[in-house]
């Protein structure tokens, strides 16, 4: 697999090769799923996917080609038998009631004639042409060359509906693309693009934290870079070589904070060893919770003003437990409280105010509230 003057930088080239290698070492045959969770793993983008699809046919990378898409391999039957038993009430419940819509899609689907390979040449030769009504054509007589390669990716965390809805993004995108002129079945190279697709809406599902676009693009340049100087230097880049590479204003704090942000998440209920069955909740500290002496003595003390407060004037005391949220945790405005009694906003300061020294008085001489003033 040489490389020749195209997009696909040495470090992503050099990846790959190291790939591919490993799969013949292990005397596994490369599919074209394995290469393309690959690039999704390096980040490729869409110039450098279509380049290396074109590597991998021009140099025959994939030992195991895709086959010909024929009428044999999925023919409507197939996918009749695929709707009904999605359409079947215990699936339909555990696709949460989508089933009968994607059950009547498939049936629908496979009432559309599939192209010969004369008739898809002469249709992509028309796409390239302007023909929308060709374009259309190439896209429907495929649908179910979608549906065939969802089924690879069921149970990953998307539902057929989904994988088919992205597999059909994919295949839009490859009519798109499809240069007729270069020899290809259409069917293969659609394949690459519908894959490509279902690969990465998995990757985004599976992240925990959704990042916005041109944050996603800023960790795309700056794991490159990174990677990038990995092979240069052999060792981890600083943030300050990172931020030198990249240039265009890059800072070593802006690349500490895309760093962080892309950090994979790792999950609460990960175990934390192989003894018990601890997880690594159970070692991190709540903050947000007080630990068991304080909330006792917290409780203690809420007692006791309760206890304080039926000493005071009523209305003083109904003052002092909406303003703190004594009954409901919730404290309350001046102009809230002040709508209670009905009156202003000033006189209510003025009685809470009048309340707290009393309070402050009660503490002075309450031996056991001195206990917790701390």
Request: aromatic share 6%; charged share 35%; hydrophobic share 35%.
């Amino acid at each position: 697999m040489e490389h020749k003057d195209n997009s696909i930088s040495n470090v992503h080239m050099g990846e790959i090769r190291a790939f591919v290698n490993e799969k013949k070492e292990h005397g596994e045959e490369l599919s074209q799923k394995d290469l393309l969770e690959q690039a999704q793993k390096l980040e490729l983008n869409e110039e450098e996917l279509d380049e290396l699809y074109e590597l991998s046919e021009e140099n025959e990378l994939l030992e195991e080609q895709l086959e010909e898409f024929e009428e044999e391999e999925i023919t409507s039957e197939e996918v009749a038998d695929d709707a009904e038993i999605i359409a079947e009430p215990e699936n339909d419940r555990r696709t949460g009631g989508i089933g009968d819509s994607v059950a009547h899609y498939m049936k629908k689907i496979g009432r559309i004639p599939l192209l010969t390979p004369q008739e898809e040449y002469e249709t992509a030769k028309a796409v390239s042409e302007g023909d929308q009504k060709a374009k259309e054509k190439l896209i429907d007589s495929n649908l179910r060359l979608v549906v065939s390669i969802a089924r690879d990716y069921l149970n990953r965390g998307l539902s057929m509906q989904d994988l088919i809805q992205e597999g059909n993004i994919g295949l839009m995108r490859a009519v798109e693309k499809f240069d007729y002129s270069r020899g290809f079945r259409f069917s293969t190279y659609a394949t690459w693009w519908i894959r490509q697709s279902m690969t990465r809406a998995i990757a985004d599902q599976s992240r925990d934290i959704r990042l916005p676009v041109h944050m996603n693009d800023q960790v795309v340049k700056v794991r490159r870079a990174q990677r990038s100087l990995v092979q240069e230097l052999h060792r981890e880049p600083t943030t300050k070589e990172i931020a030198e590479k990249l240039g265009n204003g890059m800072t070593e704090e802006n690349v500490s904070q895309i760093l962080q942000v892309s950090q994979a998440t790792v999950s609460l209920e990960t175990p934390a060893g192989d003894e018990d069955d601890s997880t690594l909740a159970d070692f991190i500290e709540d903050k947000s919770t007080l630990d068991p002496i304080e909330y006792a003595n917290n409780e203690l003390l809420k007692e006791r003003i309760r206890e304080i407060l039926k000493e005071l004037p009523e209305r003083e005391a109904g003052i002092l437990r909406m303003r703190y949220g004594l009954d409901d945790g919730v404290p309350k405005t001046l102009e809230e409280v002040g709508a209670v009694y009905n009156v202003t906003r000033e006189r209510v300061r003025q009685l809470e105010q009048r309340a707290l020294r009393r309070l402050k008085f009660k503490f002075g001489r309450d031996g056991d509230l001195c206990d917790y003033r701390d």
